[in-house]
């Protein structure tokens, strides 16, 4: 499986912006898919997961209520609806495939797309 991530930019503060990650292969739909993001200095953390059907959605806590993961099957791609932006949301966001079990940690993901930057000003 190969990923690519897309959608990311500079936004103000309270803005949103919507990230796309497209898969190729045929098995995009046996997977749970994650967003993941790291910034400068920091370590990697998880944002949110979907499961393969679309059916359960997981999310950190510092984006939940503003941040919406979805998929369509179909188009073999994962989305991050990222809304009422903050500075600290700033970061470079990774799409990630894996058949897991715990959706919230990275290394349970085998399969990695580039990165795309996302900066917020204030």
């Known amino acids: 499986v190969q990923l690519q991530a897309s959608g990311g930019g500079l936004v103000q503060a309270g803005g949103s912006l919507r990230l796309s990650c497209p898969a190729s292969?045929?098995?995009?739909?046996?997977?749970?898919m994650g967003w993941f993001r790291q910034a400068p200095g920091k370590e990697r953390e998880f944002v949110a997961a979907i499961s393969w059907s679309g059916g359960i959605t997981y999310y950190a806590d510092s984006v939940k209520g503003r941040f919406t993961i979805s998929r369509d099957n179909a188009k073999s791609t994962v989305y991050l609806q990222m809304n009422s932006l903050k500075p600290e949301d700033t970061a470079v966001y990774y799409c990630?495939?894996?058949?897991?079990?715990?959706?919230?940690?990275?290394?349970?993901?085998?399969?990695w797309g580039q990165g795309t930057q996302v900066t917020v000003s204030s």
């Open positions: 990630a495939a894996g058949v897991v079990t715990r959706e919230r940690e990275g290394q349970n993901y085998a399969y």
């Open positions: 292969g045929r098995t995009f739909n046996r997977y749970t």
